[in-house]
């Protein structure tokens, strides 16, 4: 006669130590990955912040300067899928506090001219700090909301990654 005890039952072998090992692993990693995305979205939100509060200092705190384009050029950065990013650029020289200075910055706008004079807006007593970007309360306020969005994005995700892990 045969034994017909176990016939109908599916057993599920037992996990070894390998298996615990690697879930260990797969779990730090996880951790890892999260609190890295969070920790980044945090940085650059800190990082878009000050830049913004320091330019809106410049234009309503700041020393006012005339200024003169010196150069305009702009720079091609790889896109995707064989695209191209232009991006222009320009050198502005002004005279503060009795020396010239010369500033480098992108100007975002591919109309500008050499020998155009400009406005300079810089901090009293660091003239190295300067824009020559003329003074908009809204497209700072948008370029704010816009920047605090992508590392909200961030932040979202790494919870997102680790709480999609432990559920």
Avoid: N
Avoid at 140 to 156: D, F, H, K, N, T
């Amino acid at each position: 006669m045969s034994d017909r005890r176990g016939e109908g039952r599916v057993t599920q072998p037992r996990p070894g130590k390998l298996q615990h090992v690697k879930d260990i692993v797969i779990a730090t990693l996880i951790v890892l990955a999260s609190t890295a995305f969070v920790l980044a979205g945090l940085c650059l939100s800190v990082m878009m912040f000050r830049d913004t509060r320091q330019t809106l200092r410049l234009w309503h705190a700041g020393k006012v300067a005339k200024g003169r384009r010196t150069c305009v050029w702009t720079e091609t950065m790889p896109g995707v899928q064989g695209t191209t990013i232009e991006t222009p650029f320009h050198t502005v020289e002004f005279t503060a506090e009795g020396r010239t200075v010369q500033l480098k910055e992108g100007c975002g706008r591919f109309d500008l001219k050499e020998g155009e004079a400009v406005t300079v807006y810089y901090a009293p007593g660091q003239p190295e700090k300067a824009t020559a970007r003329p003074p908009s309360r809204v497209r700072a306020c948008a370029r704010c909301a816009l920047y605090s969005v992508m590392p909200l994005v961030l932040i979202v995700l790494g919870i997102e990654i680790s709480y999609f892990y432990w559920v």
